[in-house]
C-alpha cells in the first residue's frame, strides 16, 4: 500500500472551503441518517452518502479545476468535522474487488493528531492545512480521538474512473 502526499490548496482557499462546510453542516445532516458506526452519534461524516460537497458552487470553483490536474473520472466528495472527543475509528473505502483511489484534505482545526494509515505497521502522518493525501481504497486509516476546542474540519472523496451502477451516479462528479 502506498500514499501520495500533495500541497493542493492556498490556506486562504482552506479557509473558504471550511467555512462553506461549517455553514451547511446543519442543512447536510437534516438530509438523512448517520449510516456509519465509526464514528459519534449524528456525525457530518455518517452522511457520506447524502450530499457531494463540489454541488456547492463556492467549493467546486476552487477544488475541481485542481482535481482535474491530477486525475480523471468522478469523485463523490464528503465533509468531516470532528469535535473534541471525536473521532474516525480505522476504516478502509473499498471492498475486495473494488480498485479505485481515495484523498482527504486537511483544512482546519488543530493539526494534532494527524491522520492514522495501518501499513504493516501504523504511521501516523501529520496534517498540513491544503495538503491532499491520495492512497488506495484498501488502505485503512483512522483519526484518533481530537483534543481540541476548534472544530477540525476536513473533505474525504472516493476518486472513481467509472462508475458501475449508473443509479448512485447522482453522488459523483465528473472531473
Same mark, same amino acid.
Not at 471550511?18 to 455518517?46: A, F, N, Q, R, W
Not at 477544488?63 to 472527543?85: D, M, S
Not at 501504523?122 to 491544503?130: A, D, F, H, M, R
Given at each position: 500500500?502506498?500514499?501520495?502526499? /500533495?500541497?493542493?490548496?492556498? *490556506? ?16 447536510? *445532516?437534516?438530509?438523512? &441518517? ?20 463540489? !454541488? ?7 477544488? *475541481?479545476? *485542481? ?12 465533509? !468531516?468535522? /470532528?469535535? !473534541? ?27 494534532? &493528531? ?12 501529520? !496534517? ?48
Amino acid at each position: 500500500m502506498w500514499l501520495t502526499r /500533495i500541497q493542493l490548496l492556498s *490556506k486562504e482557499e482552506c479557509q473558504t472551503i471550511s467555512d462553506c462546510i461549517l455553514e451547511k453542516e446543519d442543512m447536510v *445532516k437534516s438530509l438523512g &441518517p448517520d449510516i456509519y458506526g465509526g464514528t459519534v452519534d449524528d456525525s457530518l461524516t455518517g452522511r457520506y452518502y447524502l450530499f457531494n460537497y463540489l !454541488n456547492i458552487p463556492e467549493i467546486n470553483k476552487i477544488l *475541481k479545476p *485542481k482535481l482535474q490536474n491530477h486525475f480523471e473520472g468522478y469523485v463523490q466528495c464528503w465533509a !468531516n468535522t /470532528i469535535r !473534541n472527543g471525536e473521532y474516525i475509528k480505522p476504516h478502509c473505502h473499498g471492498g475486495p474487488t473494488d480498485d479505485y483511489l481515495c484523498a482527504n484534505i486537511f483544512l482546519s482545526g488543530n493539526t494534532e &493528531p494527524g491522520t492514522t494509515y495501518f501499513f504493516d505497521k501504523p504511521k501516523t502522518i501529520e !496534517n498540513n492545512v491544503g495538503e491532499m493525501i491520495v492512497f488506495h481504497s484498501h488502505l485503512v486509516h483512522e483519526v484518533q480521538t481530537y483534543q481540541h476546542d476548534e472544530v477540525r474540519v476536513s473533505i474525504g472523496m472516493d476518486i472513481l474512473r467509472d462508475v458501475s451502477d449508473p443509479d448512485n451516479l447522482d453522488r459523483y462528479h465528473i472531473i
